[in-house]
């Protein structure tokens, strides 16, 4: 039988209080969030470590079902929760179990995002152990997300052991780790801004180049700096003082 192992969780669903909604006071209600937010966490990881104790058992069968399937399906009816978050519940205890020692090694907990873990598989598949697991500890579930989803491509390096940079939407990655995420909530105007900027920073990381940052006034300054940089880089290029 496959062990299943148990977590200590102090704040399960209908446990902490939401006294806090009732309150004024900012901070009172920021740390009753927060502690909502904690205990929401630790649930979900109790929650699948329970569903995978469930499947890997059969103690389904105990209940008078023939499958995990009817199980899920029976809770659904009962709770009123879409068939598609109790399995991913499900694919965070299997996953939490199957890494488990990797995961004691790092340290990670509840207060990491649990729901990075249904992405843990995948991202070992095409990234070295050490990385994901620094990653997994280290980023959001968002930024995770986007770096397990990567192509295998991108963290081929270039000839030389230049980094490669690759963009994907609003995301920028470098050797295959997620560098930079461009908020989508940017007006247009500031987005293209930025990407351009960013364009030419990859530019010159990847050849090994320098970029030189300077700000200017207007675009009308912007114009002639621009003529005026290039004729000093040409000289510069051809050896000249």
């Known amino acids: 039988m496959e062990t299943i192992t148990t977590i200590s969780v102090d704040s399960l ?48 069968r105990d209940l008078g079902l023939q499958s995990m399937a009817q199980y899920i399906k029976q809770l659904s009816d009962k709770t009123k929760m879409d068939q598609s978050s109790i399995y991913n519940w499900l694919t965070i205890g299997e996953a939490y179990i199957k890494y488990q020692n990797d995961l004691d090694q790092i340290g990670f907990d509840e207060s990491d995002g649990p729901t990075k873990l249904p992405y843990l598989k995948r ?46 939407g609003n995301n920028i990655y470098v050797d295959g780790a997620l560098a930079i995420i461009i908020s989508k909530k940017l007006e247009k ?25 300077v700000q200017l006034r207007n675009r009308k300054e912007a114009k002639q700096f621009a003529v005026a940089a290039e004729r000093l880089k040409m000289r510069m290029r051809r050896g000249e003082d």
């Not at 152990?129 to 770096?147: A, G, I, W, Y």
């Not at 990407?195 to 010159?204: D, M």
């Open 13 to 60: 669903p209908g446990l902490f209080t939401l006294d806090y909604t009732k309150s004024d006071n900012a901070a009172e209600i920021d740390n009753g969030i927060r502690d909502t937010i904690t205990g929401i966490r630790a649930s979900i990881l109790a929650m699948g470590l329970g569903l995978a104790k469930m499947k890997a058992k059969g103690l389904f």
């Open 123 to 168: 991202a070992l598949e095409i990234n070295e152990k050490q990385h994901v697991f620094d990653n997994l500890k280290n980023m959001t579930v968002r930024e995770f997300v986007s770096f397990a989803k990567a192509r295998e491509s991108s963290v081929i390096p270039t000839p030389g052991g230049q980094p490669v940079v690759t963009v994907r």
């Open 189 to 213: 105007r500031t987005s293209a801004y930025f990407k351009k900027v960013l364009r030419v920073a990859c530019e010159a990381l990847e050849e090994g180049g320098v970029i030189q940052p």
